[in-house]
């Protein structure tokens, strides 16, 4: 594994934990646009909360474009998905371009985060496993309250539905592993 400190990547980043350092060059960006005559800005926007936004900055590293957010700015971000916008401003005359788009997941800071750390993914799974216990013990397929009518998922709807999960939670888990989730079948002919 490279050292996190020294490599700094040419591309976007796909995810980042808030709390921690975050930086990446544009050298392609350089050639028709020098970093001594435009500005580099990446505006980020929560995807659940177009309120919740943030802007990036690039600053000229020996003519290159970099982007660098230290702990102090990252820890501020909301964890959660984020779709960015790359934008280019010429500093002559502030005409501005948008050059590239993407998403980004911020990943929650778990030193600082308080609450629920577990994925969506991981908490649905949990949800409808005790949903299913519950209904074990008491059961009641739906009922009427002041003439409105509640219906509840049926036990097989409510067992697909965590099959679902779990299978999504087992992917997760891989992932997280480093296991790319293909099977590779080998045969042998003789």
Do not use: C
């Not at 002559?92 to 997941?105: C, H, L, P, V, Y």
């Not at 949990?126 to 009518?149: F, H, M, N, V």
Request: hydrophobic share 40%.
């Amino acid at each position: 594994m490279p050292n996190l400190f020294d490599e700094v990547p040419e591309i976007e980043p796909i995810d980042f934990r808030a709390g921690d350092t975050v930086a990446w060059r544009k050298p392609d960006l350089s050639a028709d646009y020098a970093p001594s005559l435009y500005q580099l800005d990446y505006t980020a926007v929560l995807e659940t909360n177009g309120a919740t936004r943030f802007v990036l900055t690039a600053t000229d590293n020996g003519g290159v474009f970099e982007i660098l957010a230290l702990p102090a700015m990252t820890g501020a971000i909301e964890a959660g998905l984020y779709h960015w916008t790359a934008s280019m401003t010429r500093l002559s005359d502030s005409a501005k371009r948008t050059i590239s788009e993407g998403r980004f997941e911020v990943l929650p800071d778990p030193t600082a985060a308080i609450g629920d750390l577990r994925s969506h993914n991981e908490r649905m799974l949990a949800q409808l496993e005790a949903l299913l216990e519950g209904r074990a013990k008491t059961d009641a397929a739906s009922y009427a309250i002041a003439g409105r009518t509640i219906t509840k998922l049926s036990p097989e709807e409510l067992t697909d539905w965590a099959a679902k999960y779990r299978r999504l939670v087992r992917k997760e888990k891989d992932q997280r592993a480093g296991k790319s989730g293909r099977k590779v079948h080998r045969l042998r002919f003789r």
